[in-house]
């Protein structure tokens, strides 16, 4: 985490601070809420026994914001008003995720110091996305905004390079041709439906639809979870979070659950496997039916929360047919 850090605010990412302290000032709002969580989510392919091949690492740091019963509502953050309009206007609570992360792509062998050209790019994200919930019983609406740059400034390359060092893992050795520096962006907005007998029960199901345009992404797809644990009623919306590689969902104060399940998505775009500009620097070509199989574990104290999850995708890339698999793991506290 050390190291994320360093990159965001090292000299060799000018571009990528002022990106992202733009997106800061005009994606918050005064604060008019009592339960303020903060997270740290990691992922990685090498908790799944494997270290290179697309998605490969995610350092995620997010901001969580909700109203207390009778207290007034959440407002939208600015980012989020190009979708927030659609979104019901008499909600039971509301709450909004300011979350900062940083992602990489490579190809499956990074000893190679010129890439296979039909093997997935070099690729760094650096973003944020701000997203604003609204639910009421057994429905939960999400919008968010992601704005992010893909490219040398995003810093991946020295955070993959310094970790490899630290852990004597192999050293990728193809950075020289990763993705050049380019401005993304992303619209979501995410339904999430609950199915259970009744508030209190131990069990239940949860149905997700999601859309998202964007030079980053563009995609449709849908998903379905069981899941079994305590105060269910309270902590489902937060899996619409994992229709995007934000973080795992997090269990509601004092509460736990498991769950199991997974999503389809068409992707029309991706730019971390057709490259720059729509396919200028692509791969081989981009796999767009995809399907996730998800797991994971949730535990909430009073005031802290852990999440494990395991998940194995459809590989992006057309060049490679084994699934792309890895673990992450969710701390947050409450502030």
Known sequence: MKTTVAVLFGESSIMARSLLFGAMIFGSQPVVAELNWISASWDNDVMAGKD????????????????????????????????????????????????????????DDITKEIPDPADAPYAGLLYWRASYVVVKDDFADHVATLVGIVGPSSGAEEVQKFVHKVVDADKPRGWDYQLDDEFVWQLQRTAVWRFSTEDSSPVDAVLLADVAVGNLESLAGAGVFLRVGSDLARSYSTMGFLSSRISTPIAASEGWYAYLGGTGNYVHNQILVDGNEFGRTASKGLEHYQYSLMAGFTYAWERASIGLSYQSDTEPNKSQTARKNFGAITLALRI
């Open 52 to 107: 290179g091949g697309g998605y490969t690492n995610g350092i995620y740091f997010s901001w969580r914001q909700r109203n207390e019963t009778g207290e007034d509502f959440t407002k939208p953050p600015l980012l989020t008003l190009p979708l927030a309009w659609m979104l019901e206007d008499d909600p039971t609570y509301t709450y909004k995720v300011h979350s900062i992360g940083q992602a990489m792509v490579t190809p």
